[in-house]
């Protein structure tokens, strides 16, 4: 997330209650999760082991939970829960807007687009021209929709990032991360019915030009999908994925968090994808292997019967 206006990092101190180590002149221009920070961005870091790769990132303005030289040229917010911290600053520069109709006034509607009865369209949303919303479809806040988009009913998009931090010694464990990301759909996309498509914790999830979503399908959050994607129903993929172009994922594929489908990969129904795998290849089975070896070791394993019952007849 980009601020409106640049933020002092004197300012973001006070306003956490960390200490500022480094530069302390800089300005802040955004939020952002590690793998997404560009120059001028907050990120955080409460674990050690990654420190090295906070720090060494992108990112401008760190906060973190432990006193450690400063690399040149960033600024470091010192806090003992920086988890906390930066979830404060998420509900400060983007608070919850409460509804007031069912397609705000401040949403953007591009000609000839067509919003469907029962449909939701909230703060700050922006459509393009030439699309369909179909009934009862849910897009939150600052949602961004090309040209040509199709959506079908039941559909949600922009729904809050499945993230939480675990606090073993409280009661309730579960502390959430909010999510002040967004979903971006880009041109002469078609989303199918009773699809979720979560927003960014803090950057964009992002549906590439021409792809093809079926019914029942779940996009997490940070994920990316290139351009010209086939999806068919009940496919899941997990938090900041990377889909690369023209992938095709039949049904109830499942994808883990965290890797990179190569371009034009083809991976068969109800396969499971747990790191990421090459383009240009079929895939089959959990986790997935080439579709060719899967078939043929699938074939040895029915065989399994006929070979020991010829072994114990000597």
């Given at each position: 997330m980009k601020f409106d206006k640049a933020v002092p990092v004197q300012w973001l101190a006070e306003f956490?209650?960390?200490?500022?180590?480094?530069?302390?002149?800089?300005?802040?221009?955004?939020?952002?999760?590690?793998?997404?920070?560009?120059?001028?961005?907050?990120?955080?870091?409460?674990?050690?082991?990654?420190?090295?790769?906070?720090?060494?990132?992108?990112?401008?303005?760190?906060?973190?939970?432990?006193?450690?030289?400063?690399?040149?040229?960033?600024?470091?917010?010192?806090?003992?829960?920086?988890?906390?911290?930066?979830?404060?600053?998420?509900?400060?520069?983007?608070?919850?807007?409460?509804?007031?109709?069912?397609?705000?006034?401040?949403?953007?509607?591009?000609?000839?687009?067509?919003?469907?009865?029962?449909?939701?369209?909230?703060?700050?949303?922006?459509?393009?021209?030439?699309?369909?919303?179909?009934?009862?479809?849910?897009?939150?806040?600052?949602?961004?929709?090309?040209?040509?988009?199709?959506?079908?009913?039941?559909?949600?998009?922009?729904?809050?990032?499945?993230?939480?931090?675990r606090r073993k010694e409280r009661e309730v464990q579960y502390d959430k991360m909010l999510s002040c990301g967004r979903v971006v759909i880009e041109d002469d996309v078609e989303i199918g019915a009773g699809c979720t498509i979560d927003k960014g914790v803090s950057g964009d999830t992002i549906i590439g030009k021409g792809s093809k979503l079926d019914n029942h399908i779940h996009i997490g959050h940070g994920a990316v999908i290139g351009k010209n994607a086939l999806f068919a129903a009940q496919v899941g993929i997990g938090g900041k994925a990377i889909i690369e172009d023209e992938v095709i994922l039949w049904g109830q594929v499942g994808v883990s968090k965290d890797l990179t489908i190569g371009k034009g990969a083809v991976i068969y129904a109800q396969s499971g994808v747990a790191s990421s795998i090459e383009g240009g290849k079929i895939y089959f089975g959990s986790p997935v292997e080439d579709a060719k070896t899967k078939m043929k070791e699938l074939n040895w394993i029915k065989r399994i019967p006929e070979m020991w019952e010829k072994l114990m007849k000597g």
């Open positions: 956490t209650g960390a200490t500022l180590v480094g530069n302390t002149q800089q300005e802040a221009t955004g939020i952002n999760e590690i793998h997404k920070v560009t120059a001028g961005d907050i990120s955080f870091v409460d674990f050690e082991k990654y420190y090295n790769a906070c720090l060494t990132s992108a990112a401008t303005i760190i906060i973190i939970n432990k006193q450690v030289d400063c690399p040149g040229g960033k600024t470091l917010l010192v806090h003992p829960d920086p988890f906390s911290a930066y979830v404060k600053l998420v509900k400060h520069f983007r608070p919850f807007e409460p509804a007031t109709k069912m397609v705000s006034d401040s949403a953007i509607i591009g000609e000839d687009t067509h919003i469907q009865p029962g449909a939701f369209v909230g703060n700050h949303v922006r459509i393009g021209k030439n699309c369909l919303i179909h009934p009862n479809v849910t897009i939150y806040d600052h949602t961004v929709i090309g040209d040509n988009v199709i959506i079908h009913a039941n559909t949600v998009l922009g729904a809050d990032a499945f993230y939480f931090k």
